[in-house]
């Protein structure tokens, strides 16, 4: 499915990775529409916004169509949820990522961290 995309394709930038649960729900498309409302701040600094689901591709897909948006943000379903387990935020019973947004410095080490309650934005 593409390229896939990695912390040291970012060297002289820090990431926020921010995760969504359910591309499809209204908090999650908030989420999302925050992240490109405010991409143009952040191509203008020194960090980089990916936002990040476990969803399906399809899923993940028919979210951002829904949302009128061709970003479709970063696949993180094979390995299920990879990128979310190592950071610790991988909710195994449900299958989910918690909803968070974490920076990761130039060095790869997370400067950053922060959660919010699953249900709300």
Not at 55 to 80: E, M
Request: proline share 2%; charged share 25%; with cysteine.
């Amino acid at each position: 499915m593409g390229k896939g995309i990695h912390l040291s394709d970012f060297k002289v930038k820090k990431v926020l990775l921010s995760f969504h649960p359910l591309a499809w729900t209204k908090v999650c498309a908030d989420q999302i529409k925050a992240l490109e409302t405010n991409h143009a701040r952040f191509e203008d600094s020194t960090l980089v916004a990916l936002g990040m689901s476990v969803d399906t591709v399809p899923s993940k897909k028919a979210g951002q169509r829904s949302l009128g948006s061709g970003k479709q943000g970063c696949f993180d379903f094979w390995p299920h949820g990879e990128v979310a387990q190592s950071y610790g935020i991988f909710r195994d019973k449900d299958g989910v990522s918690e909803r968070a947004n974490i920076i990761v410095d130039e060095k790869g080490q997370v400067i950053f961290s922060g959660l919010s309650d699953i249900a709300i934005a």
